[in-house]
């Protein structure tokens, strides 16, 4: 266990002085020789960060333009293989553009729409990069025209890789949408879907930055008072942003990148940064409130709220970087844009903050604002600040079992609807419904006795005879929950491919089955199963086999980490289970909200009966690391205490008296940050962003608050305990808080460079 340094009679008026001691300090490994680093020419640094910056605003412009739309799909499955082979061999098995043609009172078959629909085709059929055109006007099937005889459908297949089809759609599409002579042409599909989606999402984030960025400043200044300190953080997250946006330029030059991890990054370069600075800058001006000079101030700082900092960073990257296990370029993305934007701001926090606090000073009290609403100088932070939250944990830690108990039972309750949980797969209906290609898809949904973009494709390879082919069918045909075979459609070197008209919805649970089941059939032939139940059936079976691996690796570095913070055994144990309970209410409500559609109409979105599949894996991820965020910070400032009175309550007391607020703070901004990301009109991400504000806020005020400081009262002394193995161990690698304490040695300010003594001497 680490060095404990007992106080006098009275530990807790020891434990007040804490940010004072931390000043006058200068020993310990590593912290001097960082400190000189980031401190020897901070007007240098801060001019090197802003060349940077403006080479990322160069390199990342743009990247949303090279990103995706998809990567729900596993690379390896069988559908995907599938998929491949007949767009290779039957283009026109997979259309992705569907041109919807409104004939209007006249009906699909008069004379002048069936010119005139025949002319579109043949053109569409001209177009390069476009493949398997066909329409109901050449093939006479009655799942391309509507019930009503008014409307039929032209379908297409844009060949290549998702961001060339997005190219050719982008050339293509003025020319067909809109009125041609008797009919009126609307443009739907996959690929519109997709493409459409994509712009909606720019748009949107666009909107949420806008709204953020005004909020988040005026939140900033509420917590600090300065509008110079308000600042910081702020460019702390936009520093992180424009980093992580040049990085993901450059990760799309290698792979593709989905379009939602922007969402990401925005609301983890603003959320994280600030957390991060709000830490650093608000110890900072607690150690010069306790008489610290800048450079002290600044060493105390960085050995105390840096490495708390560095920790936090790690165990959210870990979470972030679990979701490479996974092979959906949907997941990995977010893993891509995480753990770029966590490192950027943890170094921007570490770095660029401490330079630009040597070159303030003590003015980073300045521009006051409080002034504005009240007589007389607000008050720099003061030992008594932060009474409330000692008051309260008093309260919480006198009743424990009570809150401890209560506080449990609540969280479990809240996530029960999760139970009910219905996987699904994202479709058209993420967009609203105003959206062009989604009124087309209505109309595919509703009006027609197929969908022409549907059903289930069986792939056949291998010699076979017509009889053969015929005996297949009929087997198929028989199968529960099988309305209609189609096919088979034939080509040279022994290919076919037959469609089936599972019941029900395109991608429910009769649609399932019917995968598994025409999979199992027998056949002479070899055949893979695709389409949009394929897909999601094989998503979902990845996802069941890697999230195993992806949790344990995300608890077994969160508990090495936690343990090499605080070298306690029960302490990790603690954080990832609380953590876990964090998260129950996010959960819930996301089955209860988006699943089940209450409060659809308040929100805007439609109910699908599902959730998409890969959002719980991502939801988890994101949250689960920015609950250990928080419970670094608290758990640090409590062992920093621990470490320097022995005294146990009194720990968990300061602990929360000096970073309830700041946590408190800092999920309130981070929940602002999610909010404007879930005003956006897309499905998932308002999912997204509004799940995750509510898991940030229960982890803050109900986790940290309530069921931290009962829990370890309960606990008592054994929370601190490890066994001999294990606490030599982390006496040697591990970290001391009584490290950050030599008063023998040296206070580190001589180490500091001519040009920071000469910024010293210039300040008024």
Not at 47 to 66: K, S
Not at 389 to 409: C, I, K, N, Q, S
Not at 507 to 530: H, I, K, N, W, Y
Not at 554 to 562: D, P, R
């Amino acid at each position: 266990m680490a060095e404990v340094k007992k106080s006098a009679p009275g530990g807790g008026g020891r434990g007040a002085e804490a940010p004072g001691r931390a000043a006058k300090a200068a020993g310990g490994p590593g912290g001097g020789g960082w400190t000189r680093f980031v401190t020897a020419r901070p007007r240098l640094t801060l001019l090197v960060a802003l060349v940077l910056t403006v080479l990322a605003v160069l390199a990342g412009g743009g990247v949303a333009d090279r990103m995706g739309s998809g990567g729900w799909e596993d690379p390896a499955a069988e559908s995907t293989y599938a998929t491949e082979a007949l767009e290779r061999r039957f283009p026109g098995s997979q259309p992705n553009l569907l041109l919807l043609v409104d004939a209007g009172a006249a009906g699909t078959d008069a004379p002048a729409v069936v010119a005139e629909a025949r002319r579109l085709a043949e053109r569409l059929d001209a177009e390069p990069g476009v493949d398997g055109v066909g329409s109901y006007w050449s093939t006479g099937s009655p799942a391309l025209r509507s019930e009503d005889g008014r409307k039929a459908v032209i379908a297409a297949r844009i060949a290549g890789e998702e961001k060339d089809a997005a190219a050719v759609l982008d050339r293509i599409a003025p020319e067909y949408r809109g009125t041609h002579g008797p009919v009126e042409v609307s443009l739907g599909g996959g690929l519109a879907v997709r493409h459409e989606m994509q712009t909606i999402i720019q748009e949107d984030l666009l909107r949420a930055e806008l709204i953020a960025l005004p909020l988040t400043l005026i939140l900033l200044v509420m917590v600090f008072g300065s509008a110079v300190a308000a600042l910081l953080p702020l460019g702390v997250g936009i520093v992180a942003i424009l980093g992580t946006n040049a990085v993901l330029r450059g990760i799309t030059e290698f792979t593709d990148v989905s379009v939602f991890a922007q969402n990401l990054t925005t609301a983890l370069g603003l959320g994280l940064a600030i957390d991060y600075a709000l830490f650093v800058v608000r110890r900072y001006r607690e150690e010069l409130a306790a008489g610290a000079d800048t450079y002290a101030a600044v060493r105390a700082t960085l050995r105390t709220a840096g490495r708390t900092v560095l920790f936090s960073a790690l165990t959210v990257a870990v979470s972030l970087a679990a979701m490479l296990l996974f092979p959906q370029y949907f997941l990995r993305s977010f893993a891509y844009a995480g753990i770029a934007v966590v490192l950027l701001a943890a170094t921007a926090a570490l770095t660029l903050l401490p330079a630009a606090l040597v070159l303030l000073g003590d003015r980073v009290n300045a521009l006051d604002l409080r002034k504005l609403v009240r007589r007389g100088e607000a008050p720099r932070e003061t030992a008594g600040e932060g009474a409330g939250w000692g008051r309260f944990a008093a309260l919480v830690m006198r009743r424990a079992p009570v809150f401890a108990v209560l506080t449990t039972a609540g969280l479990v309750l809240l996530g029960l609807p999760f139970l009910g949980v219905k996987l699904g797969t994202a479709d058209d209906r993420q967009l609203p419904v105003t959206a062009s290609s989604r009124v087309v898809q209505d109309e595919l949904r509703n009006g027609f006795p197929g969908d022409p973009g549907g059903g289930i494709t069986v792939l056949a390879e291998g010699e076979a005879t017509p009889a053969q082919y015929a005996s297949y069918r009929e087997r198929i045909g028989a199968l529960d929950g099988v309305v209609r075979v189609d096919g088979p459609v034939t080509a040279t070197g022994g290919h076919a491919y037959f469609t089936v008209v599972p019941e029900g919805e395109t991608v429910g649970a009769d649609a399932q089955r019917a995968v598994a089941e025409l999979r199992a059939a027998p056949a002479p032939f070899d055949t893979s199963v695709t389409g949009q139940a394929a897909v999601l059936v094989d998503s979902k079976d990845a996802l069941a086999e890697r999230l195993p691996w992806a949790a344990g690796i995300i608890v077994v570095v969160t508990l090495l980490l936690v343990f090499l913070l605080t070298g306690s055994v029960l302490i990790p144990v603690q954080a990832v289970v609380l953590n876990a309970l964090s998260l129950t209410a996010m959960f819930g409500a996301v089955v209860w909200v988006f699943q089940d559609g209450n409060l659809a109409g308040l929100l805007g979105f439609t109910a699908t009966g599902d959730i998409e599949t890969t959002l719980p894996v991502l939801m988890f991820c994101v949250a689960f690391g920015l609950s250990m965020d928080y419970g670094v910070f608290l758990l640090s400032r409590i062992k920093e205490e621990y470490d320097a009175t022995g005294d146990h309550e009194h720990s968990v007391r300061f602990g929360l008296r000096h970073t309830g607020g700041l946590i408190t703070a800092a999920a309130v901004i981070l929940a602002v940050v999610m909010v404007a990301i879930g005003t956006s009109r897309v499905t998932n991400t308002k999912m997204l962003g509004l799940g995750i504000a509510l898991a940030v806020l229960m982890d803050a005020m109900v986790v940290r608050s309530l069921l931290v400081p009962s829990v370890m009262k309960l606990t008592g002394r054994l929370t601190w305990w490890a066994p001999g193995p294990l606490r030599r161990f982390h006496d040697r690698f591990g970290v001391s808080e009584s490290d950050a304490y030599n008063p023998g040695g040296s206070s580190g300010v001589e180490e500091v460079s001519e040009e920071v003594r000469e910024t010293a001497s210039s300040r008024p």
